[in-house]
Each structure stands twice: as structure tokens, then as C-alpha cells.
């Protein structure tokens, strides 16, 4: 189901409150890592730290795997998994649909001092990457993805995350080594549960390969209050 979908499109330009001035962008940092942040017209800075858990958990099951990785990034959006992966030594493939994101996914990467990492930038349909990859034989240890809700193809085709997400998973163990060493899925649909995406990673990467499982919220928390901000789930495999 060929579709340009990316992991940031929404119709309206969002409307922004400076209470002093501030720079065009800016840089932040965690772990080492560095990425630009800047106020765009969809409601974004381009990062989400909530995925920061996920960061630091992909880098430790890469610098403990013992021999090289290399890591699918789909729906990739400014790249938080693509530096964290490249910095702990793997070689990523970055896939997004939308090519201002891919363009600042590279400058990050260059922020972070990794230029000189094996890291491809690929501007196109997820799906039709995954159907070439399939085709040329291609494999990967890892596969991260952070899929819209809803998206509409070039032709009038549909993807809605609660139907299409099992069948797409399931097309994406073809490009899969003998021996992965992870897949992860991060979702911000309410209309997907954690248990949902248990349910999908136990019927394929678990009847597949065996390994664990785990699922649950990912948030922010909240230093005044002592909570913790809700900001949707997440699955992981491991070997």
C-alpha cells in the first residue's frame, strides 16, 4: 500500500506565544547527544524527550551486542533515533517521507560530531522502501518505527494505524536478520492501546524469534507536581 506519510502532518499552522525573544533555533543536549529545536508551523520543536528512555535503551543493546549492528529508522522524523543508534556505533538507515525533516535529521547528526558515522538519509515512501529492501535482499539487526494515525497515498490509498500496523510489521520481519537484536514501535494514537502493540509484537517478532516483550506508557515527568506527563506507548522486542 504505497502512501506519503511522515510522522508530522498536520493541516493547520499552529499559532506560537513569545514571552520574550528568543533565537530562530536553538541546540539542546542529553547524553552527548545534540539536536536543533526550533518552533514550526505544525505545533512541534522537532523532538519529542520523552523518547530520550528509548535513546538511552537502544545505545545500551548496541554497545552490548558484540558485533556489528545496523538499524532501520522509519517515520524517522529529525533523527533522535538516528543519532542515538549511530552514536553507540551502529550503522542506521534513516527513512522519512518529508524531505525538510530528512535535511534536519542531517544537521543533527552533524551537531552530535558524528558525521563521519555510517548513517544513509533516505527522503520517500516508507512502504515502497520496505518492498525495495525486500526485493534487493537487504537485512537489518534493528527496526524503530514511529508510525502516523492516519495518512492518505498519492492514489487515494489509506493507512490507518489501527488496521495497516500489524500487516506492515509483518512485512518488515522479511528485511530482518537471522538474529535481530531489536524492534521498537512508538505510538501517539489513542485509538491503540499498549496491549495492542504487545498483542502484534508477540504474533510476530515473539512466534518468530522468541525473546521478550515490553510495553507500556512513555511520558515526561513533572518536576513541580511530582507527575508524570502521558505521552503515548511504546513496544519493544529484544532478543
Known amino acids: 500500500m504505497p502512501m506519503r506519510t511522515t510522522t508530522a502532518a498536520p493541516a493547520a499552522e499552529a499559532t ?3 514571552k520574550k525573544d528568543i533565537p530562530e533555533r536553538w541546540t539542546i543536549s542529553y547524553k552527548g547527544l545534540s539536536f536543533y529545536i526550533k518552533p514550526t508551523g505544525f505545533k512541534h520543536t522537532g523532538l519529542f524527550p520523552e523518547q530520550a528512555v528509548n535513546w538511552s535503551w537502544m545505545m545500551d543493546k548496541i554497545r552490548g551486542a558484540g558485533r556489528p ?3 532501520l529508522n522509519l517515520f524517522a522524523y ?3 533515533a538516528t543519532v542515538a543508534c549511530a ?3 551502529a550503522e542506521v538507515c534513516h527513512v522519512d517521507a518529508a524531505k525538510g525533516m530528512v535535511q534536519w535529521a542531517k544537521e543533527n547528526v552533524q551537531l552530535s560530531g558524528l ?3 555510517k548513517v544513509r538519509f533516505i527522503t520517500d515512501d516508507v512502504f515502497k522502501f520496505v518492498q525495495r529492501e525486500q526485493r534487493r535482499g537487504s537485512k537489518y539487526d534493528a527496526i524503530i518505527m514511529d508510525p502516523p494515525s492516519y495518512g492518505r497515498g498519492p492514489s487515494g490509498e489509506t493507512w490507518k494505524l489501527e488496521t495497516n500496523l500489524y500487516p506492515f510489521v509483518e512485512s518488515c520481519m522479511s528485511i530482518l536478520t537471522d538474529k535481530p537484536l531489536f524492534f521498537l514501535i512508538n ?3 489513542t485509538g491503540i492501546s499498549a496491549t495492542v502493540l504487545h498483542n502484534i509484537l508477540s504474533l510476530s517478532m515473539g512466534r ?3 525473546g521478550s516483550i515490553t510495553c507500556g ?3 515526561l515527568p513533572i518536576t513541580a507536581s511530582k507527575l508524570t506527563l502521558p505521552c503515548g506507548i511504546l513496544g519493544r522486542w529484544e532478543a
Open 16 to 18: 506560537w506565544e513569545y
Open 69 to 71: 549492528i545496523r538499524v
Open 78 to 80: 529529525t533523527g533522535g
Open 87 to 89: 552514536s553507540a556505533g
Open 115 to 117: 558525521g563521519d558515522r
Open 187 to 189: 505510538s501517539y494514537t
Open 208 to 210: 518468530s524469534f522468541g
Open 217 to 219: 506508557e512513555i511520558g
